[in-house]
């Protein structure tokens, strides 16, 4: 990119690689909303996604670790509480914790989701990417990775929806974590967007700021690949990665 | 492990660990040597490989860097020259020169494989993931990880007779890194295998040295399931990467 672009400008360019690159257009959530998952590959997304969930607070704290303006680590600093939960917070707990009653009411075992050794790798390398992009990137570009979230108000309230109409094991109780998320994720979107179109003022600044959305993208992307790989088309599950019982297959 | 191995029942354990989980025994790898890949599907493997060839001498580089004994890092210099090549080297270059060869010789733009703009995400993250891994564990985890080379002489040499027997712009020329690498890699393989034997003192660290090998075996097969994924079954290739021509594909 050459040309300066106004924030406004940026803002739609940012909207409209949403629209053609945000995970909601992966065949693995049209298959998981439609409530074509067998119950197997419900558990599997659960557990795979747990491990992006468990750590969003280390993405964050490194962000916080390296910024030195304390306006923007507080604001940052709101993400750690809405995913660690604190003593006033709600009592169900924060985003992990809400998460879990997630793979509890799934059936999955706890320890064994949280001690991440069924993940598959694919998972485990494309969450590890986007915390080294936020460690590694410029200030800017760790902040622009966080904008996917002005896409997910939309997918959440199309996955809650979905669900909870597809699949009898699924509650409202153990969808707990998606009814707390959209106003979370809206606040946080509205941020990063206002802080990419004041501090990105130069193209480059502009085009790494979109190059960050594009990155974060290809990661949520390569989520779902790794998922619909092993557990969906054509179904090759990894060596000591999660596998469905037959009954749930 | 709560036992303490002897050393020649670590080798047993690592070279067991590799007959059941080395990328061999991928599918991938099955069309691959069978002749059963489509030209634009040996063209995505090549373009994706590429990258970890371009990444190996900055992992090796990276376990120089944090290397205390000069035997080690003499050592482990010898892959660096293998890799990137040296004046006094062959005249044909070092690996990554002779990987290019191969992608020149399936018609792919060497700028463009380079820029590794077309690779596939899931490439991307288990490569990075590599080196990380190598820069951030123990040093015995850091030099355990390079044991996959223990089994790829025999992988080498039943690729290159498959693939010049099955395709026929596949050339002698073309396959050259493949010629150069078995007895390098041998000599690698045994260094880190008396290595282990000798440093893996206790069993937590002979645990350690199994874990690096499956890490380094996941790794492997990560990058195999992105491909198959993405050319082989389902075909889903995710945006932005590489898309065969319609001749080819």
């Known amino acids: 990119m050459t040309e300066l672009l106004t924030p406004a400008e940026l803002e739609a360019r940012l909207r409209e690689m949403g629209a053609r690159r945000y995970h909601n257009l992966h065949p693995f959530h049209r298959l998981l909303h439609s409530g074509k998952c067998s119950k197997g590959q419900v558990q599997a997304w659960a557990l795979n996604r747990y491990y992006y969930q468990a750590m969003v607070p280390i993405k964050d704290a490194s962000l916080i670790a390296r910024c030195e303006d304390p306006d923007i680590r507080r604001e940052w600093r709101k993400r750690l509480e809405d995913h660690d939960g604190s003593d006033t917070g709600p009592p169900e707990g924060g985003g992990i914790e ?127 690949d790794a998922l619909h790989h092993a557990y969906v088309s054509p179904g090759l599950i990894p060596p000591g990665a999660f596998v469905p019982a037959p009954g749930d297959a």
């Open 98 to 224: 809400r998460w879990l009653k997630l793979t509890d009411g799934l059936g999955l075992d706890r320890q064994a989701v949280i001690s991440t050794r069924l993940l598959l790798p694919g998972t485990r390398y494309a969450v590890e990417a986007y915390v080294h992009f936020v460690r590694e990137r410029s200030l800017l570009e760790a902040i622009a990775s966080a904008m996917t979230e002005l896409f997910s108000p939309q997918i959440i309230t199309e996955r809650l929806e979905g669900m909870l109409s597809h699949y009898d094991y699924i509650t409202d109780e153990t969808m707990s974590y998606f009814r707390k998320r959209p106003p979370q994720a809206e606040r946080d979107a509205n941020y990063v967007l206002d802080y990419v179109k004041k501090h990105a003022r130069t193209p480059e600044q502009q085009q790494a700021v979109l190059d960050a959305l594009s990155f974060k993208c290809d990661v949520l992307w390569a989520m779902l």
